[in-house]
């Protein structure tokens, strides 16, 4: 039986946060913001459970960016000090703030939003943390001087987050790490180190998520540039089969990533992507489960877990839903073809 997850957010309906657009400001403030969260994270919960997702998420409705949501509530940030900086190696410009003295957390970032989803739902629940290389492209340092020790810091935070997440029933705690993808040399270096450290202690399922970004311009363009072939996962991926992370999120829905690297995550549960969040059309359950197929090719049906490309939240709320529905159909399709063989 292959199962089904998604790899992250989802679109904020049009009354918490403008559509389509990433950062988008929140239309709530205080009480009505919080209250206004936990009723978008019901609505996803309960499509995905129609919808035939077995492991669900909040979506992230109840952050901004699923970098600069985490960091918000850590100290030794300056978020007057906001500096224009290209990221993913330079791929796109976006606004991040500056780290000037060592981070500290000083209590539990995601705890009641965790706590409310698991209130909310008998399925798998699984939660998304940004992974601690993604957070170093996503933030200027003016303190550690160097990214691996900036990152192990991170890291470190990151840690005691999961540890307690852990301990309100999470499923699986997922880390993404789409910088894996723009800074792959430095992944057997440091990349792996900071992902252990994460998830020092924690005995539920751990994942690693890796993507080539959600479905905006600067992605789209980027992918266009890359050629025939997409192998930046093989450089990499050998380090992750030996690490200790128990799943590997990646895209493989429409996409020019050669099926064989699975070959290369032999020792993994491999979150299959099914689903292009780069483009409108609801993919039909037939062209689902022939992605998924293709994956079987490399990876035993036991080991694959339907999934997205990526997170959904830039796409129109609609179209987010069906391509959910098509997930979940397009893996009970297969799903039924191997109980009959
Ligand atoms: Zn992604």
């Known amino acids: 039986m292959i199962r089904t997850t998604i790899a992250g957010s989802l679109p904020k309906p049009a009354?918490?946060?403008?559509?389509?657009?990433?950062?988008?400001?929140?239309?709530?403030?205080?009480?009505?913001?919080?209250?206004?969260?936990?009723?978008?994270?019901?609505?996803?919960?309960?499509?995905?459970?129609?919808?035939?997702?077995?492991?669900?998420?909040?979506?992230?409705?109840?952050?901004?960016?699923?970098?600069?949501?985490?960091?918000?509530?850590?100290?030794?940030?300056?978020?007057?000090?906001m500096t224009t900086m290209g990221i993913r190696d330079d791929r796109y410009d976006a606004q991040v703030p500056t780290v000037t003295a060592a981070v500290q957390r000083r209590k539990s970032v995601h705890g009641d939003d965790v706590k409310f989803c698991r209130e909310n739902t008998r399925h798998g629940?699984?939660?998304?943390?940004?992974?601690?290389?993604?957070?170093?492209?996503?933030?200027?340092?003016?303190?550690?001087?160097?990214?691996?020790?900036?990152?192990?810091?991170?890291?470190?935070?990151?840690?005691?987050?999961?540890?307690?997440?852990?301990?309100?029933?999470?499923?699986?705690?997922?880390?993404?790490?789409?910088?894996?993808?723009?800074f792959m040399d430095q992944v057997p270096v440091w990349g792996v180190d900071a992902l252990h450290l994460a998830i020092e202690g924690l005995t539920c399922k751990t994942a690693v998520h890796i993507c080539y970004g959600y479905g905006i311009k600067a992605n789209n363009d980027w992918k266009d540039s890359l050629g025939d072939e997409w192998r930046q996962y093989e450089e990499f991926f050998p380090a992750l089969n030996d690490s200790r992370i128990d799943q590997v999120s990646l895209e493989?829905?429409?996409?020019?990533?050669?099926?064989?690297?699975?070959?290369?995550?032999?020792?993994?549960?491999?979150?299959?992507?099914?689903?292009?969040?780069?483009?409108?059309?609801?993919?039909?359950?037939?062209?689902?489960?022939?992605?998924?197929?293709?994956?079987?090719?490399?990876?035993?049906?036991?080991?694959?877990?339907?999934?997205?490309?990526?997170?959904?939240?830039?796409?129109?709320?609609?179209?987010?839903?069906?391509?959910?529905?098509a997930l979940g159909a397009g893996t009970a399709l297969l799903n039924r073809e191997l109980a009959g063989r």
């Open 252 to 325: 493989c829905a429409d996409s020019k990533v050669p099926l064989s690297v699975l070959r290369l995550l032999a020792d993994k549960e491999v979150l299959v992507g099914a689903i292009n969040v780069a483009s409108e059309v609801i993919e039909t359950p037939e062209k689902v489960a022939a992605t998924l197929r293709a994956a079987m090719e490399f990876v035993d049906p036991e080991r694959i877990i339907a999934c997205t490309n990526c997170g959904m939240a830039p796409l129109p709320r609609h179209v987010a839903e069906a391509k959910l529905q």
């Open 125 to 182: 629940l699984k939660v998304t943390l940004p992974g601690p290389m993604t957070i170093c492209d996503t933030i200027a340092d003016a303190h550690y001087g160097s990214r691996p020790e900036m990152a192990m810091a991170f890291a470190r935070l990151l840690n005691a987050e999961a540890l307690e997440l852990q301990a309100l029933g999470v499923d699986v705690i997922q880390f993404d790490e789409p910088a894996f993808n723009a």
């Open 15 to 81: 009354w918490l946060a403008e559509p389509e657009k990433l950062w988008a400001p929140w239309r709530l403030v205080g009480a009505d913001l919080v209250e206004g969260k936990q009723d978008a994270a019901r609505v996803w919960i309960k499509i995905q459970e129609d919808a035939g997702i077995d492991i669900v998420s909040d979506g992230e409705q109840f952050r901004k960016h699923f970098v600069h949501g985490f960091l918000e509530h850590i100290d030794g940030i300056d978020w007057q000090r």
